[in-house]
């Protein structure tokens, strides 16, 4: 990560990554790392896998999954996250394997498929983000980076 950030020159995206303050699975990002992604004007990709969301099993939902939205955009900004889900089921049991114990449904419950990808935004207004976060979140704030990254 820190090679990385050394080497950027603009924003950076981390696709598939939640806060490791909630979940300490090493994909997340730690506290620092988060502000240093929101230092380059990027953003993170919130992940829809039950392994990241949670160690609890029983706390690998999508309301867990806001709970990450909502202290990530405490910490460095709503600008600065967007939806970068998991939705895996087109993978084979072994490489499904390779990084998830929950093959039937590695997505956390709630947000286990394209169908219900909607479902983080919906909990989320039901906690009172606004229609233009809500759609910073699902769509601008790729768009403002891709747009900065591809000139």
């Known amino acids: 990560f820190w090679d990385v950030m050394r080497l950027a020159g603009g924003p950076v995206i981390a696709s598939h990554s939640n806060a490791r303050s909630i979940?300490?699975?090493m994909r997340n990002l730690s506290d620092d790392m988060l502000k240093e992604i929101a230092g380059t004007d990027?953003?993170?990709g919130m992940n829809s896998l039950r392994e990241f969301i949670d160690e609890k099993y029983e706390n690998q939902t999508v309301?867990?999954?806001?709970d990450?939205?909502?202290y990530i955009a405490d910490l460095i900004g709503i600008r600065h996250l967007g939806l970068g889900y998991d939705f895996d089921d087109y993978l084979g049991r072994e490489a499904l394997g390779s990084f998830s114990s929950n093959l039937d449904s590695p997505s956390g419950r709630g947000i286990s498929n394209e169908a219900e990808a909607?479902?983080?935004l919906k909990v989320l207004k039901g906690r009172g983000y606004t229609d233009e976060e809500l759609n910073a979140v699902a769509y601008g704030n790729f768009?403002?980076?891709?747009k900065a990254v591809w000139k």
Not at 63 to 66: F, G, K, M, Q
Not at 143 to 146: L, N, T
């Open 23 to 25: 979940c300490p699975a």
């Open 42 to 44: 990027g953003l993170v």
């Open 63 to 66: 309301e867990r999954l806001a």
């Open 68 to 70: 990450h939205v909502e």
């Open 118 to 120: 909607g479902n983080l």
């Open 143 to 146: 768009f403002r980076v891709f």
